[in-house]
Nanobody, 113 residues
Framework: QVQLVESGGGLVQAGGSLRLSCAAS????????MGWYRQAPGKQRELVAT???????NYADSVKGRFTISRDNAKNTVYLQMNSLKPEDTAVYYC???????WGQGTQVTVSS
């Protein structure tokens, strides 16, 4: 099993920045793709960005050019740098890995206008 713990959420004004972290522990040998997803109130959970073990990335169109996903394999940690935040980015952000399908507990991001 893999355990994921997110941190770094908070309240920020529109145009501001936040950096989310996701620390992984457990059986990590099979983990290849890690990603960030988000769920806003009343909406389905959606993909934000993913990154493979070798650094290949994928982004939702809504965050391209504003968000950057990165990964430190030595620290078993994935990051999401979020710049130029908009009120519509407000959501609970979840970390995910694709070997066991594990999810973190989520971290709230709130962007005020």
């Amino acid at each position: 099993q893999v355990q994921l713990v997110e941190s770094g959420g908070g309240l920020v004004q529109a145009g501001g920045s936040l950096r989310l972290s996701c620390a992984a522990s457990g059986s990590l040998l099979r983990v290849n793709v890690m990603g960030w997803y988000r769920q806003a109130p009343g909406k389905q959970r959606e993909l934000v960005a993913t990154i493979t073990r070798y650094g290949s990335t994928n982004y939702a169109d809504s965050v391209k050019g504003r968000f950057t996903i990165s990964r430190d394999n030595a620290k078993n940690t994935v990051y999401l740098q979020m710049n130029s935040l908009k009120p519509e980015d407000t959501a609970v952000y979840y970390c995910n890995e694709n070997s066991y399908g594990s999810w973190g507990q989520g971290t709230q991001v709130t962007v005020s206008s």
